[in-house]
C-alpha cells in the first residue's frame, strides 16, 4: 500500500476524499492525509510510522455480494481505522475505533 504527502483541508475536513484514494498496479495508494486523521496523528507523521511499522495496514478484496468494493484497514497501538471503498477510490463506509488499553494487573502487596 503506497500513501500520498499532500492533501487538501478545509478546517479539518478532507476534501474531495474520493480522489485521494486510487488503484494503480495492484497498489492501493492513499493520501496521508485520510490515515493521520483516522488514527489522531499529523499527516507528516504517517510515513515514517508505517515504514517503522507502528501503523500496519491490510487491503482486502471484496468477493460475491461485496465483489468491486476493497476494505483497507489501518492500526496504529489502540487505533483502528477501516476504509470500504469501491474500486475507482470513492469511499462506501469509513470507521474509526479507539480500543481501551487493558487494565493493569493487580500488583502483589507484600
Not at 495508494?29 to 501503523?55: M, N
Not at 455480494?65 to 469509513?94: M, P, Q, W
Not at 480500543?99 to 493493569?104: E, G, S, V
Request: aromatic letters at 4%.
Amino acid at each position: 500500500m503506497r500513501w500520498r504527502k499532500q492533501s487538501a483541508h478545509r478546517n479539518g475536513y478532507i476534501a474531495g476524499i474520493m480522489a485521494l484514494i486510487s488503484f494503480q498496479d495492484d497498489a492501493v495508494e492513499v493520501d496521508a492525509a485520510i490515515i493521520a486523521a483516522g488514527l489522531g496523528i499529523a499527516p507528516e507523521h504517517v510515513q515514517s510510522e508505517i515504514r517503522s511499522g507502528r501503523i500496519t495496514s491490510i487491503c482486502e478484496r471484496g468477493v460475491d455480494a461485496d465483489a468491486g468494493t476493497f476494505r483497507l484497514s489501518f492500526k496504529k497501538g489502540n487505533r483502528r481505522l477501516r476504509l470500504i471503498v469501491d474500486s475507482g477510490g470513492e469511499v462506501i463506509r469509513r470507521s474509526t475505533l479507539t480500543l481501551a488499553d487493558p487494565p493493569a494487573a493487580p500488583q502483589d502487596d507484600q
